[in-house]
T-cell receptor, first 113, second 114 residues
């Protein structure tokens, strides 16, 4: 089955700096890669996603890149703000497998004011 | 904006008891999921459900677990005989279409097994 690895497990940045979180996946059939933000005690919220026919996607301060050959994808947050502090999960969805989605272990991002 | 809802928000039970966790997916969604998140750990896929049957289940989803869509709106997860290690946050999610469609998560039910 699919295995998703996520690094780093914790990340601390100064407000205004950029943050990058990286994930790798094992199943080349995966074709959907969402990123979720989870604040303490709350549900995971989708912040951005990318499909395998796209190499990069941006939404304001958030961008995701995908390298299908290397089977890795990354989340980039620019101009970080304290409210970006949360746990971020990447996930990969296996094509033709009824959306069986596997999550990475999560990255705890702390943005210091 | 429509949201997935879950009840109860917190369930406390004794080991060996049965629990039923309830979810109301977004109304025009056709695919439903349950996930588990043990405190401080990652979200783990349990099961997906479509057209009144299980589509996919993980190795975690053993015979103690079952899912049901008893009516047109509810989607339930039953744990027959709870164990201490079942203590976790259980998230329901739904998506509109089958393939690689965005899944929307409910607020979760925190299950505590004593």
């Amino acid at each position: 089955g699919e295995n998703v690895e996520q690094h780093p497990s914790t990340l601390s940045v100064q407000e205004g700096d950029s943050a990058v979180i990286k994930c790798t996946y094992s199943d080349s059939a995966s074709n959907y890669f969402p990123w979720y933000k989870q604040e303490l005690g709350k549900r995971p919220q989708l912040i951005i996603d990318i499909r395998s026919n796209v190499g990069e996607k941006k939404d304001q301060r958030i961008a995701v890149t995908l390298n299908k050959t290397a089977k890795h994808f990354s989340l980039h947050i620019t101009e970080t703000q304290p409210e970006d502090s949360a746990v971020y999960f990447c996930a990969a969805s296996i094509r033709n497998n009824n959306n069986d989605m596997r999550f990475g272990a999560g990255t705890r991002l702390t943005v210091k004011p | 904006e429509p949201e997935v809802t879950q009840t109860p928000s917190h369930q406390v039970t004794q080991m060996g008891q049965e629990v039923i966790l309830r979810c109301v997916p977004i109304s025009n969604h056709l695919y439903f999921y349950w996930y588990r998140q043990i405190l401080g750990q990652k979200v783990e896929f349990l099961v997906s459900f479509y057209n009144n049957e299980i589509s996919e289940k993980s190795e975690i989803f053993d015979d103690q677990f079952s899912v049901e869509r008893p009516d047109g709106s509810n989607f339930t997860l039953k744990i027959r005989s709870t164990k201490l290690e079942d203590s976790a946050m259980y998230f329901c999610a739904s998506s509109r279409q089958r393939s690689t469609d965005t899944q929307y998560f409910g607020p979760g039910t925190r299950l505590t097994v004593l």
